[in-house]
């Protein structure tokens, strides 16, 4: 396997690599959104996650977090990325019991060892957690 540092694959490292906020803005400008009362935070407060209210007393904390490398070791890559997930569902007052999986990976560049030991460190960190990968998505 070559060696490759993570953080030199990305033009920007972890938050830094997001659009910027007034560019995102100027992408949502004028769309039409649906409205529901059971929306506790959502997109006009914009929060580490939404809180979607499924009775009077259960809620339902819903994100998704991505974010490039800022470690070049593949293992704590993983285990970072599943703990900033997570820490999303924490600043809401939640408690994560399930997750899933979203995998950027170009395949042509990288040996698939490597997507192999950011897995392993994200399940690492999700099981010290308590909670469940219950599927996910990639793209090459």
Do not use: W
Not at 49 to 59: F, I, M, P
Not at 102 to 116: G, K, Q, T, Y
């Amino acid at each position: 396997m070559k060696n490759i540092r993570l953080s030199e694959t990305v033009r920007g490292s972890g938050c830094a690599s997001k659009l910027g906020p007034g560019l995102l803005d100027r992408a949502l400008c004028g769309l039409e959104f649906l409205a529901d009362p059971n929306v506790i935070v959502g997109l006009e407060k914009p929060d580490d996650a939404g809180v979607y209210r499924l009775r009077e007393d259960l809620a339902i904390i819903q994100t998704i977090d991505y974010f490039t490398p800022i470690v070049d070791d593949p293992y704590d890559f993983g285990q970072i990325a599943a703990a900033n997930a997570l820490s999303d569902v924490y600043a809401m007052g939640g408690y994560p019991l399930t997750a899933m999986n979203v995998v950027c990976f170009p395949s042509e560049n990288m040996d698939i060892s490597i997507l192999r030991e950011i897995i392993r460190g994200g399940l690492a960190k999700l099981s010290e957690a308590g909670v469940v990968l219950v599927g996910g998505h990639s793209v090459d």
